[in-house]
């Protein structure tokens, strides 16, 4: 069996979180930094996202993904970062050891401190519960990247397309440009999940939006021919089409998470974690889109410097010891906060955000209390997969209380 890799701190996923917190810690000093990546190359989803717009707080300009993927793995590369390819993390043990399948064999890591930062996935067709035949032709947008940008193959030509998050209009962008022509756009909402003006993007390329409506029977074999629509008031109608193409829905890509030891979120789908990134055991910290699903890469790629920054800190003893722990509660329609909780140290103060997503459109007030006692609060109107945030800065903790609660509350006031 191979050695044993002994490191300062080993980061479990190169995407753009993965790699900005390698980043990081290396400009803090860091000697050993060891990257774990199961690809052919590191990068991330970006990789394979042929569009812009990525890196633009970054590195000062709009760049395509697989660029962006490129200045990302050379940055590592010259900050000293040890980016290891084709190692796949099969197990998390307590206190910092990792089992990993590398190409010569199964190896052990033991690291001082251990980030995860394995991303998130798009949920599958069996997870959507999608009935009827099962043809070729039925995939999510990370396949069709794949297909498109990897293998330069065209999965389909006419798909019907499920979904208007954001990564759903950038498929419909992708699919253009390669020659693909989807006959329809199917949305649960009766409105785009995507902010305004990108929700217009469908409509501007001239593809029909049926909102309020769910894929039923996909048809065909071994091709898809057609698919079944129920419509607003039990509608039914029928699309002819040559795939299916499953867009957002993603879930963090956590499986290491449920097979160890450390605390899941069952709200975000992710490990849970306080303010500085830092898991059930001490030990593991998490960043990047593992924490929730899902944000844009120069979202992770922040939040892996500042997870990464807290690492540097914690080795360094500068991390403050948390001498109480304050639990971050939510009531529905509220889906998930990240962090799940809050670790105070003295009367050190606050800083960063609460990440909260909804699961139904919603209006109102979003309140934080304690114990009944209204902290913060500020109007709110959102809809499912928006980011929401609520400002630590501007909460003020009273002694003795051990857990907050947030909130929607009905009406809105000024
Ligand atoms: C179709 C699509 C289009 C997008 N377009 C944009 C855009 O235009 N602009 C934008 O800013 N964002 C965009 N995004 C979002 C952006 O790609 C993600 O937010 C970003 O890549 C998340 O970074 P991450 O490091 O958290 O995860 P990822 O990029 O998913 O990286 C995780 C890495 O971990 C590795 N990994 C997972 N498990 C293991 C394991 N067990 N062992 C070793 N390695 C492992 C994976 O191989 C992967 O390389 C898009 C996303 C999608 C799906």
Redesign the pocket.
Known sequence: MPEPIDTDVAI???????LAAAIALRRRGIARVLV????SE?????RH?G????GIREFGRPMT?PRYARRLRAEAAAAGVDLRTG????SLEPGGRLTVAAPEGVRTVAARRIIL????R?ATRAARLASGDRPIGVIN??AL?SYIYLKRLKPFRRPVVVGTE??GL??LWTCMRHGIRPVAVVEEGMRATARWPLSLFPRLLGIPVHYGSRLGDIAGLPRVTHVEIDGPGGRKSRLACDGVLFTGRFLP?AA?VRMGTLALDRGSGGPAVDQHGRCSDPAYFA????LRP???????FRE?RRIGEAVADDLAGALPVATRTVRVGHAAPIRFAVPQSLSLAGSSRLTGTIQLRVGTESAGRLTVRAGGRLLWSRRIDTRPERRILVPLQGIDLPEGIDAIEIAIEPGGGA
């Open positions: 479990v996923g190169g995407g753009p979180a993965g774990l990546e199961r690809e590191a990068g991330g989803i970006p996202c569009h812009p717009p990525f993904g190692h796949s993390v099969v930062a394995t991303g998130a798009e947008t990370g990247q954001l990564v950038s498929a890509e290491l960043a990047g889109n593992l899902i944000e844009t890469a120069g979202w992770c892996g």
